[in-house]
Every structure is written in C-alpha cells, then in structure tokens.
C-alpha cells in the first residue's frame, strides 16, 4: 500500500534552520501537506504544495519536491521555541496517508 | 464558522461497551473522514465517506461502524470496546472540488479499560 516515511525527531536551537525530510510513495497524489499538530490539539495544515511544483516558500517556511525521488522536505527559518511541535507529512487527494511525524524540539 | 466539531473530547469506556463519537461540520465539505492516533504510529484512516449515505473503509476499520445521513454529521461507533482501541480519534473534513485542506476537530482521547 501507499507510504509516507520521515524521520521521527529534530533538534535545534532557536534561531537555526530545521529541514524535516519525508519520502512518498504515491506518484499520483496531487498534493503534498504538512500538518502541524501542538500538544493536545488537532492538526492544523501548514502549507501544501501542489505535484508540478518545485518548489512554494510561504514566509519561514519552503517547501521542496524532488517528484523523481519523491522526496519532500520542509525548511523552517529563524526556529522559534514556538515551533517545538509533532510536523507531519501527508499524500493523497481527499483520503490522506500520513507519516509518522517528526516530533521537532527547539531549544533556547 | 465552529469548523470541525468533535464530541466527547475524553471517555472512559469499559472492555464491550459500546458508544458514538460524533463529529459535525458546517462547511457544508462533501467529504468526512475519521483517523486514529496511536504514539509513534501516526495517523490512520478508519473510515471515509464521499457525501451524504455514502461510506467506505479505511486502513483499520475492524471493530467501528459509520453511517452518514446527512452532509453536516458522520458518527464513529465502537460496537464492543477492545482495549486495542485506546487512542485518539480526529474527524475531519475537505471540500472535494478543492481538494487541498482538511480541516480537523480536536480529538476524542478515548481510554477502553
């Protein structure tokens, strides 16, 4: 079946860069997400980018695709403690298949 | 706009209790979806459903039934509550003819003892 893999933990001080990195296995999903979950809540989308894309960057955050390897990444600028949360990336259309999440812990 | 909204937001249940998770939205999104979450096991679908009295099965569907009867509400029902099925479980919904954001309520942490 279709799969999503990232890595399940990051740590960086504030004010670094934070890459997490995701691969897929659905070539045919139309959008790529990442999701933001904070302790206790639901997750809260953080930005997608669309399949015949390279590339979205939307303020701290860029989104890259390699569609060839199908490899996906997220980079997050300036890392704030407030960014310290579960990041997940997610494939598919209406149904979404999620990784397991890369639990992100910024120190100060 | 209330968005997603999940009711009980915590239940205890005891092994072969049954009970409803229910979850509504008002942006009138053609298609709801459940999921559970496990630690270390991210997200998984239970059950989806494509618009109103039309329903399918997800990854783990053993052990929850689904109905929907109207476009707004798509109740979770646990028949007969296994320890197994301790978890949190989000709803959530998407406009079909975008096919980009899901929106998601804010969980039901169910505890089965």
């Known amino acids: 079946g279709e799969d999503v893999e990232q890595s399940l933990f990051l740590s960086v001080r504030e004010g670094d860069s934070s890459v997490i990195n995701c691969t897929y296995t659905?070539?045919?999903?139309?959008?790529l997400y990442w999701y933001k979950q904070e302790p206790g809540a639901g997750l809260q989308l953080l930005t997608y980018?669309?399949?015949?894309?390279d590339m979205k960057q939307d303020q701290r955050l860029t989104v890259l695709l390699n569609k060839k390897d199908k490899h996906l990444s997220l980079r997050i600028a300036d890392t704030q403690t407030g960014d310290s949360a579960i990041y997940f990336c997610?494939?598919?259309?209406?149904?979404?298949?999620f990784g397991k999440g890369t639990t992100l812990s910024v120190s100060s | 706009n209330a968005g997603v909204t999940q009711t009980p937001k915590f239940q205890v249940l005891k092994t072969g209790q049954s009970m409803t998770l229910q979850c509504a939205q008002d942006?009138?999104?053609?298609?709801m979806s459940w999921y559970r979450q496990d630690p270390g096991m991210g997200l998984r679908l239970i059950h989806y459903?494509?618009?109103?009295?039309?329903?399918d099965q997800g990854e783990v569907p053993n052990g929850y039934n689904v109905s929907r009867s109207t476009t707004e509400d798509f109740p979770l029902r646990l028949l007969s509550a296994a320890p197994s099925q301790t978890s949190v479980y989000f709803c959530?919904?998407?406009?079909?003819?975008?096919?980009?954001?899901?929106?998601f309520g804010q969980g039901t942490r169910l505890t089965v003892v």
């Open positions: 980018i669309f399949s015949n894309m």
């Open positions: 997610a494939q598919g259309g209406t149904a979404l298949i």
């Open positions: 942006m009138n999104h053609e298609y």
């Open positions: 659905d070539s045919s999903s139309t959008y």
């Open positions: 459903s494509v618009g109103a009295g039309i329903t």
């Open positions: 959530a919904s998407t406009a079909m003819t975008r096919g980009t954001e899901a929106f």
